[in-house]
């Protein structure tokens, strides 16, 4: 298959919706990201990448990182991890507090927010301290890159956490209902420092091949986690990874994959390839408008999905 005559043809047929969506200002460091950007890179097993548009250029990956949390915390806990978090679709917005209260601070899933501080909460346990948890979060994110340079934008991070109330309500209100050990401050700022993280299109295709091949990184052969654990995090990908659109995602898309409001999207083919997409217009649900339409024509015109 010709991936790169694919891939410039998306590129052109992305351009009219290029102005559509809108950048997550909520976040004000990310609010003057200019809107018309464009790139997409797929990763092969055997680390061909195939790009277009700007696929060296950093942005960040917010709830991406959600994925690598997810991973380290069901290596670390296994099944227990589901005394504090679910596995369901929430069909709610990502902060939503409304289902956290009904259903007692248990978060539907790792990758609402709620989940996430969840997951880093349990992180700060095993790893017994913020700052270590933040370092092996990073690690953890340079090994499966492949990149030892990946680093957070302060700037970012700190943004966040002035604006942060309500994520700081939602840990809040799961301290409250005991789903929270430590000092709700510290698990949402490391939270927003591993949401912070800065990537490319290259690197974030690159980090999908363990989850694409079992746990095994196929070119390094490194075995992160266990085959039934990947399959587990690809199906709360498919389900759960774009929040209350993930429904949508996987009817026009159809593959395991994960939004962050930055404006990136990380999708992978089981037993072939990891694919990022990178477009900083946000649909309703906070997810990349022309990103989305950019995956849904990559599996219409290669005929490659999960169904
Ligand atoms: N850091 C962002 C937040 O907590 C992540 C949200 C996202 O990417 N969907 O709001």
Not at 143 to 154: F, K, P
């Amino acid at each position: 298959m010709d991936y790169q005559a694919i891939l410039d043809e998306i590129e052109a047929e992305i351009q009219p919706y290029l102005d559509e969506g809108k950048v997550a200002d909520y976040i004000p460091a990310l609010a003057s990201v200019p809107q018309r950007q464009f790139a997409m890179t797929i990763t092969l097993f055997n680390g061909t990448q195939y790009s277009v548009g700007l696929a060296e250029k950093l942005f960040s990956i917010q709830s991406i990182s959600k994925v690598f949390t997810f991973t380290l915390a069901l290596k670390f806990y296994s099944k227990s991890l589901y005394k504090r978090i679910g596995h369901e679709p929430s069909g709610n917005p990502f902060n939503s507090l409304v289902q956290l209260e009904y259903e007692h601070g248990k978060p539907r899933n790792p990758f609402i927010n709620a989940g996430a501080i969840v997951i880093t909460d349990a992180l700060i346990n095993h790893y017994k301290g913020v700052e270590e948890t933040y370092e092996e979060v990073v690690n953890f994110i340079r090994e499966v890159a492949c990149d030892a340079s990946i680093t957070s934008d302060s700037v970012v991070a700190n943004s966040e956490m002035q604006h942060g109330h309500r994520n700081l309500a939602l840990a809040n209100l799961m301290k409250s209902f005991g789903n929270l050990d430590n000092e709700v401050y510290d698990v949402v700022n490391t939270y927003f420092r591993h949401c912070a993280l800065e990537m490319n299109t290259k690197t974030l295709s690159r980090s999908m091949l363990y989850l694409a091949n079992h746990g095994i990184d196929p070119l390094c052969a490194k075995q992160f986690i266990s085959p039934n654990q990947a399959k587990r995090i690809n199906a709360v990908m498919l389900t759960c990874g774009h929040y209350d659109a993930s429904g949508d995602f996987a009817f026009h898309v159809g593959l395991p994959g994960k939004s962050g409001v930055g404006g990136g999207i990380v999708a992978l083919i089981p037993k072939l390839m990891g694919i990022a997409v990178f477009s900083p217009g946000l649909n309703a649900q906070g997810n990349s408008l022309v990103g989305t339409k950019a995956l849904e024509l990559f599996t219409s015109k290669t005929g490659l999905s999960i169904f």
